[in-house]
């Protein structure tokens, strides 16, 4: 069996539904593929909007309505028959989704509400996709990943149980699965009392790799917008490189420098039962793509990944003392709390210095609880560049006319931020 993971923009528009459904058929009978499917297009930013705009008491109606307005078009393009039952559900979500909004307890957490808000973008998505499938009669049942991936309520970041979950899955799926297709959501989970989690942003590709280990699949495929994993983001460089083929390792430290091809938590489970993972493009599906697996070779071109919107803090000894181990810990223990993560850091004899991703609300609380103890100094707004096999060439080529604030290397990677 398979399993597939289609992202935002494999359904961003009634045309991308159409294109789905085609490589959903391509695959080859409708049974043993399980489909997991993010929110429409930006849905997620959206709601995350909608979201803030509640929390902070402010009118929130139209920001609604224009998602709900999209959902809503996109459905009518698909489905001309207005009296498919598709029409009742999206309403039927979208007043949930209002009445979760209307009552928002502003005593709870604002990360678990975020996820009882946000996690709408994928069963709105999954609900279409489930209906529309069915219309092209590739028969399907809709399953609820929150009943499936078990989680604890660290919210918005939620982690697995991985025994209970997979308990469930072998329990029920492998039964549908020989008589049909699944389709599901990415990026939720459940816990065990009927709360709604979400893994992390971009946390589909990981919902999948976790249905994929559950199921023992033959194989996962993510299908983007691009021709597999490339060396760059073609935002950035103009004259990027496929990957033919690349290790789980190579991968799994690519997506922790901040390659945003795939979530960095995807890839474990996929290595731990040796499945391996294609990366194709939607857009062409029958190009070759990028397959990741358990596989060595020579020598691999240079990857070039770069972070933005990060923030350099360094920490001093108010009394210009060296920055002991006790300092070192109570530096951590901070940054942990907050959940702030370090990308870099660096040590000196009288100051540490670390970079991370930038959350002034975060990075503020930094600074109230340690202000006490150090003397810190900070800049935003830097990027953070890791160049991952490079050479020589590779550096010219990225670190020329730039202000470098802090540089590093190992044997395999180079990094610096600059600004
Ligand atoms: N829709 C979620 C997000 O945009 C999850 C995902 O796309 O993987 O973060
Ligand atoms: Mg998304």
Redesign the pocket.
């Known amino acids: 069996m398979k399993v597939y993971k289609f992202?935002?923009a494999s359904v961003k528009n009634a045309d991308a539904f159409r294109n789905l459904a085609q490589i959903v058929q391509n695959h080859g009978g409708s049974r043993q593929l399980l489909i997991v499917v993010?929110?429409m297009g930006k849905?997620?930013n959206a709601l995350e909007h909608v979201f803030n705009t509640a929390y902070a008491q402010q009118d929130y109606n139209q920001a609604l309505q224009e998602s709900q307005d999209y959902h809503q078009e996109t459905v009518q393009a698909l489905f001309p028959d207005a009296s498919h039952p598709v029409y009742e559900e999206l309403e039927h979500l979208f007043s949930k989704l209002d009445a979760t909004l209307q009552n928002l307890n502003r005593q709870t957490n604002y990360d678990q509400l975020y996820d009882q808000v946000v996690s709408f973008?994928?069963l709105l998505a999954s609900t279409i996709l489930h209906h529309f499938l069915q219309l092209q009669h590739l028969t399907n049942t809709f399953i609820d990943s929150r009943k499936y991936i078990q989680t604890d309520t660290t919210w918005r970041e939620a982690k697995i149980d991985w025994d209970w979950t997979e308990r469930l899955i072998k329990r029920d799926l492998p039964a549908i699965l020989e008589q049909q297709l699944i389709v599901t959501q990415?990026?939720l989970g459940g816990t065990n009392n009927g709360l709604t989690t979400t893994l992390g942003?971009?946390?589909?590709?990981f919902s999948a790799a976790i249905f994929a280990y559950c199921l023992h699949a033959d194989a996962m495929y993510i299908w983007k917008d691009v021709e597999g994993l490339l060396n760059a983001d073609p935002k950035y460089f103009s004259d990027t490189v496929r990957y033919a083929e690349i290790s789980y390792q190579e991968t799994v430290e690519m997506a922790y420098y901040g390659a945003s091809v795939i979530?960095p938590k995807t890839i474990k489970p996929l290595a731990n039962r040796l499945i391996p993972l294609y990366v194709k493009s939607f857009l062409n599906p029958t190009g070759e793509g990028t397959k990741i697996c358990d596989c060595r070779y020579q020598k691999l071109a240079p990857a070039y990944i770069i972070k933005e919107n990060q923030c350099l803090i360094s920490f001093s000894a108010k009394d210009f003392t060296f920055i002991s181990e006790k300092n070192l810990g109570t530096i951590f223990n901070a940054l942990s709390e907050l959940r702030l993560k370090i990308n870099l850091m660096q040590n000196s004899a009288i100051s540490f210095s670390i970079c991370t991703d930038c959350n002034e609300e975060r990075l503020q609380k930094l600074l109230k609880t340690l202000q006490d103890q150090f003397v810190i100094h900070y800049n935003t707004g830097l990027i953070l560049y890791t160049i991952k096999n490079y050479d020589t060439e590779s550096i010219n080529k990225v670190v020329a006319n730039k202000e470098v604030l802090l540089e590093q290397r190992t044997r395999t990677t180079f990094q610096f931020v600059c600004k």
Do not use: K, N, V, Y
Not at 201 to 205: H, L
């Open positions: 992202g935002g993010s929110a849905t997620t973008g994928e990415g990026f942003r971009e946390g589909s590709d979530h």
